[in-house]
């Protein structure tokens, strides 16, 4: 890092956009020390139109203009860059002008029904996972192509570029139409190891090369802000970075972990909409082990790769939180987290990834049909709903956890949570007490804070991720849970993999009501 006294304060802009939100956030950075301040934060709410599911693309970067304009005047000076971290496997299509062909369909969108039989029907699983290292997920790139092509979608015909949602929205800034790293790792169209495209899986499926641009690197610097943004907000020309694309990319980078001893291993939970647990690695893992764990290799930073399971998080408290506002039931999320933890009874659990819970219509009976299925008492009260979904997460990241040890050979000896869910004192205790290792949560705005160090590092303030994480530890504290009462969740956890895990379609399919 740079020293103090070598240049003033530098400012920069962190574009954080996620399934529910988004926002601007400014970070002062001195060579030692960052500061976040967020400066202008955004609803992300998808639209229902013509039996699909969309994503507002063009109100959301309207908002973006925003939060550029209020960070200029909370900086009081030029800025020295802006960067977009976004959620992954969706993708915008432009036209050979650099026109938007349409709103972007919604990972949630119905449309992909069938989608991953279809694909395996062309190229098996074991192929796809081998080239591609990435989970098997409906949601995934490739199905949403699929897709359009069964469909004989307009859309594709009429595109000559597709990106990545991130760089999308950096396109939008820099005119500069290019892909990043993290996001296309996620879309099960590129092959990590050999750093491109996959020509094999593009060509199995029949999707024209032309769509897929050229792939840069975190933390690389992609172009300038458009002369008419920079017009239109009374700024100078500021340089728009690329920093890890993928918000997850972006939190892990922001995990305040000190190198681990041989043999052992830290893991992460970037916890928010979706809950990403894995460790990093230097290399992907794509050996049988791995892909029946259905296991995700995704790209990280500092020529890292992400190997993790992503498991479905906070969104089920979050549609149960609108859920009850529908019906006059308005509470916080820690409102919420403190009636859940004086819920005392019966214990009854989900498997959060189960199919019925991808695009409920009501997730708090779709909860209470999966306990009365599985011939669980049912939870009836909002408290009991809520801890029911806290146990239920904690007791699935034990069971990721325990698969990515069987497929490293590590040892994970504690665990860091970092995102939204860090402010969550419940799931945070809960999650050391079922896995039996101490939990450090925080930084809380780890998905912020990663992508604008990795815009110092566009810069130059900083060169290796052990100086980022350094960083991170000086600027932000964390928060100890020490695990206790675990051999209390051992016939839990038992119960929880024989019943809940292994509970399967065609006994939900027979099953009667209680």
């Given amino acids: 890092m740079k020293a103090v006294a070598e240049r003033p304060t530098l400012g920069m802009v962190a574009f954080d956009l996620g399934a529910e939100s988004g926002r601007a956030v400014l970070g002062r950075f001195d060579g030692r020390r960052l500061t976040v301040e967020e400066v202008h934060r955004f609803p992300n709410e998808p639209v229902q139109a013509a039996g699909h599911l969309y994503w507002d693309f063009l109100r959301l970067f309207a908002e973006m203009k925003r939060g550029l304009g209020a960070a200029r005047r909370a900086h009081g000076a030029a800025l020295g860059a802006i960067g977009v971290d976004a959620w992954g496997v969706d993708f915008a299509l432009f036209t050979a002008d650099g026109e938007l062909v349409a709103n972007p369909y919604h990972y949630r969108d119905p449309h992909t029904k069938g989608m991953m039989e279809r694909a395996f029907s062309i190229l098996p699983a074991r192929e796809l996972f081998q080239i591609t290292g990435i989970q098997m997920m409906p949601i995934n ?278 995102g939204g869910g860090a402010r969550n004192e419940l799931l945070c205790q809960l999650t050391a007490d079922v896995t039996g290792r101490p939990v450090i949560a925080g930084p809380v705005e780890a998905t912020a804070v990663g992508n604008l160090l990795m815009q110092a590092k566009a810069l130059g303030e900083i060169t290796t991720l052990e100086e980022l994480r350094s960083v991170v530890r000086e600027s932000f504290a964390t928060t100890l849970y020490e695990p206790g009462r675990t051999a209390d969740w051992e016939d839990t956890y038992q119960y929880f993999q024989n019943r809940i895990l292994n509970w399967s379609g065609s006994e939900r399919e027979t099953a009667s009501p209680l």
């Fill in 141 to 418: 790139t490739l199905f949403q192509l699929l897709a359009l092509k069964t469909a004989n979608s307009p859309l594709l015909r009429a595109a000559s570029t597709l990106l990545m949602m991130p760089s999308a929205f950096s396109y939008l800034l820099s005119g500069e139409p290019v892909d990043e790293f993290t996001a296309v790792s996620t879309s099960q169209l590129y092959n990590s190891r050999a750093g491109c495209w996959a020509s094999p899986i593009l060509n199995a499926f029949d999707l024209p090369e032309r769509l897929f641009p050229t792939v840069r690197r975190p933390g690389t610097v992609v172009g300038a802000l458009r002369q008419e943004h920079a017009h239109e907000l009374g700024m100078e020309p500021t340089p728009v970075v690329l920093p890890a694309g993928h918000d997850t990319a972006c939190a892990v980078a922001a995990v305040p972990a000190s190198p681990s001893s041989p043999g052992r291993t830290r893991a992460y939970i970037s916890s928010g909409t979706w809950s990403l647990v894995g460790v990093e690695r230097q290399q992907p893992i794509t050996t049988e082990k791995a892909f029946a764990a259905n296991l995700s290799n995704e790209g990280g930073v500092f020529g890292t790769f992400r190997l993790l399971k992503n498991v479905m998080g906070l969104w089920l408290l979050q549609q149960c939180q609108r859920q009850w506002q529908r019906e006059g039931f308005d509470a916080t999320y820690s409102e919420l987290t403190r009636m859940a933890s004086g819920a005392r009874g019966r214990q009854c659990f989900i498997d959060p990834d189960d199919e019925s819970f991808l695009r409920p219509t009501n997730v708090v009976e779709s909860i209470q049909r999966f306990c009365r299925q599985t011939g669980q008492r049912v939870p009836e009260d909002r408290a009991e709903i809520v801890r029911t979904i806290l146990k239920s997460l904690a007791l699935k990241y034990r069971w990721v956890i325990e698969q990515i040890q069987e497929v490293t050979g590590s040892f994970v000896d504690r665990i860091h949570v970092v």
